[in-house]
Nanobody
Framework: QVQLVESGGGLVQAGGSLRLSCAASGSTISITLMGWYRQAPGKQRELVATITRGNNTNYAGSVKGRTTISRDNAKNTVFLQMNSLKPEDTAVYYC???????????????WGQGTQITVSS
């Protein structure tokens, strides 16, 4: 089991910046990938960015160039730095962790409770 706790959301004006944090606890040694997804009202949850334990990153096209995902493996924490925020970035942002345990074939995803980012125009 993995527990994820996000922090850092809030209200920001267009063009501003925010930094989200997600702290993982529990069976963190089995986490292979962490990331952020977001869900705007009336829309499906979508990928924002992911990062592997080896620091390979992947970004959605809509945030590429103004967003940086990073992680501190020692603290089991992943960060999302978002700059040049736009009103269309308004959504609930969810932290995600992928757990894989090769010895028994377990593979599962865990979600945080979500944190709201609202970007005003």
């Amino acid at each position: 089991q993995v527990q994820l706790v996000e922090s850092g959301g809030g209200l920001v004006q267009a063009g501003g910046s925010l930094r989200l944090s997600c702290a993982a606890s529990g069976s963190t040694i089995s986490i292979t990938l962490m990331g952020w997804y977001r869900q705007a009202p009336g829309k499906q949850r979508e990928l924002v960015a992911t990062i592997t334990r080896g620091n390979n990153t992947n970004y959605a096209g809509s945030v590429k160039g103004r967003t940086t995902i990073s992680r501190d493996n020692a603290k089991n924490t992943v960060f999302l730095q978002m700059n040049s925020l736009k009103p269309e970035d308004t959504a609930v942002y969810y932290c995600y962790a992928l757990v894989m345990i090769p010895v028994n074939g377990f593979k599962g995803g865990y979600w945080g409770q979500g944190t709201q980012i609202t970007v005003s125009s």
